[in-house]
């Protein structure tokens, strides 16, 4: 079984900065890829940024040069830098894992950490 837990969430101004982590914790062995994904209110949960056990990247256009996903293995942990913060952000942000168990793709999902960008 893999545990994640988010942390970093906060309230921020627009055009500010911040940056979310996630620690894997469990067996975290078999972690392929990880992601962020995110859940305004009223809205479907969106992929935000994935990066593979490779440290390939891929975002989503509504993010593309503000947010940079990276990862450290060592510490089994997925981060997500976000600049130029806009109130569109607004979300609650999860954290995704990709493990195979027995061959098969199982995705474990953090509990999320809310970001909010106001003035």
């Known amino acids: 079984q893999v545990q994640l837990v988010e942390s970093g969430g906060g309230l921020v101004q627009p055009g500010g900065s911040l940056r979310l982590s996630c620690a894997a914790s469990?067996?975290?062995?078999?972690?392929?890829?990880l992601g962020w994904y995110r859940q305004a209110p009223g809205k479907q949960r969106e992929l935000v940024a994935t990066i593979t056990s490779g440290g390939t990247t891929t975002y989503a256009d509504s993010v593309k040069g503000r947010f940079v996903i990276s990862r450290d293995n060592a510490k089994n942990t997925v981060y997500l830098q976000m600049n130029s913060l806009k109130p569109e952000d607004t979300a609650i942000y999860y954290c995704?894992?990709?493990?195979?168990?027995?061959?098969?793709?199982?995705?474990?999902w953090g509990q999320g950490t809310q970001v909010t960008v106001s003035s």
């Open positions: 469990g067996s975290t062995f078999s972690i392929g890829a």
């Open positions: 995704n894992a990709l493990k195979k168990q027995i061959g098969v793709p199982y995705h474990y």
